[in-house]
């Protein structure tokens, strides 16, 4: 079991907490927090920087629902895959240069596979370059006060200058869930089929832990496995954060037990953007890299097999009860975007290194049964 002490605070007048008892300088940052009223039920290490990894692609989305809020684009706009977007490592789709896909399925595709190539076209298209996309990401999170975050690509592939703390990413959790009520469904996706492939969520908690309506995964080495998961039940949505873990099998048993007892406690009177700064050596980012992709690693250096129907083995991950139905799949496919072009291309597309256009599709494809829109048929949830 990954070793987490939860250090307690409580609020000294109405806004800073005190920490009760100090945790371990080892610590790896978590905390667990009421997502409606923010009220922060237990939290370590919260303010101690961190690499994302493919959590990551939550600022992603939610700088892409700001865009498609401001009538940039549209979730049937044609997200195009450039060259340097197909060049990504694993894990990835895989689609060649000049594929185009819709914005909906785009989004649907980073969520369940977390696909680096499908993540960077959509920072291409709907900033217009990568570098512009990522500067509207710190945009977005300096507006939120996300104060110890800075992002330099869309898709968490690692980069020493890319980094968020526990405390940021549930600041961003908030916005989207509270801002963004119909785009929930993109978040608990259980699988999707895309041809012959069914590729399931990486998060085992979703379709098997009750209540889980989110929300997403990540790996790097330096960043080891992270994970943010959201449950509901009874009206009450808390979201557990686990960064750090050594195991895929880890993070997932750290935020289950975090939200089962999440469910039987109140939050203390402390908020996530009421939390005081604590923590020493804060603003130096941990590697994991040693302890998760050197030789003595005991487990595959990625971010998990995604979980089977069956479940994990009883002694890996215990509390999260095997799925005794069938999986719910959701239909991506290439094709579809009858939508306007993101306004950032300048009604233009997307070209590659060469300053040569990529080839373009035809617009008149019908999408594939099944493939509507997410959002047109997903009612807002609390």
């Known amino acids: 079991m990954m070793k987490i002490r939860f250090v307690k ?17 080892s610590a790896n940052p978590a905390m667990l927090f009421d997502v409606n009223s923010g009220a922060v039920i237990e939290h370590q290490e919260a303010f101690k920087r961190w690499h994302p990894a493919s959590l990551t692609k939550l600022m992603t989305a939610y700088t892409t629902f700001r865009a498609v809020k401001a009538g940039e684009l549209a979730l049937n706009s044609p997200i195009k895959i450039s060259r340097k977007a197909a060049a990504f490592p694993p894990a990835k789709m895989g689609y060649k240069p000049g594929s185009v896909l819709t914005l909906d ?3 649907k595709i980073i969520m369940v596979k977390s696909a680096n190539d499908v993540a960077a076209a959509i920072g291409e298209n709907v900033g217009g370059t990568p570098e512009a996309f990522a500067a509207r ?3 977005e999170a300096q507006r939120l006060g996300m104060s110890g975050s800075h992002w330099v690509n869309a898709n968490g592939l690692h980069d020493p200058e890319q980094y968020t703390t526990a405390r940021d990413l549930a600041v961003l959790v908030r916005a989207i869930r509270l801002e963004y009520p119909e785009y929930a469904a993109y978040f608990d996706i259980e699988g999707i ?12 908690l979703v379709g098997r832990f009750p209540g889980t309506d989110g929300m997403k995964t990540g790996f790097v080495c330096e960043s080891g496995f992270n994970l943010i998961a959201t449950a509901t039940r009874d009206g009450r949505t808390l979201a557990a954060i686990v960064l750090g873990a ?8 750290e935020a289950a037990k975090m939200l089962q007892t999440g469910f039987v406690r109140n939050g203390a009177s402390v908020s996530v953007t009421g939390l005081a700064p604590y923590g020493d050596s804060r603003d130096v980012a941990t590697s994991m890299r040693e302890e998760v992709c050197s030789p003595k690693a005991k487990h595959a250096a990625s971010d998990g097999p995604a979980p089977t129907e069956a479940g994990a083995a009883p ?5 999260i009860p095997e799925m005794t139905r069938q999986r719910n799949w959701v239909t991506v496919s290439l094709g579809g975007a009858t939508g306007p072009k993101p306004k950032a291309l300048g009604g233009g597309d997307i070209v590659v290194d060469t300053g040569v256009p990529l080839p373009t599709w035809r617009p008149d494809r019908p999408a594939p049964v099944g493939a509507a829109p997410l959002a047109a048929n997903v009612q807002a949830r609390s």
Not at 9 to 25: I, R
Not at 246 to 253: Q, T, V, Y
Not at 315 to 319: C, L, M, P, T
Request: proline content about 6%; cysteine-free; glycine content about 4%.
């Open 193 to 204: 089929i895309a041809g012959k492939a069914k590729l399931k969520n990486f998060n085992p």
């Open 246 to 253: 050594d195991s895929p099998d880890k993070r997932a048993e």
């Open 315 to 319: 002694d890996k991950v215990s509390i």
């Open 9 to 25: 605070s409580m609020l000294l007048g109405l806004a800073a907490a005190t920490v009760l008892s100090a945790a371990p300088v």
């Open 105 to 107: 399925n785009a989004l």
């Open 137 to 139: 990401m710190n945009a």
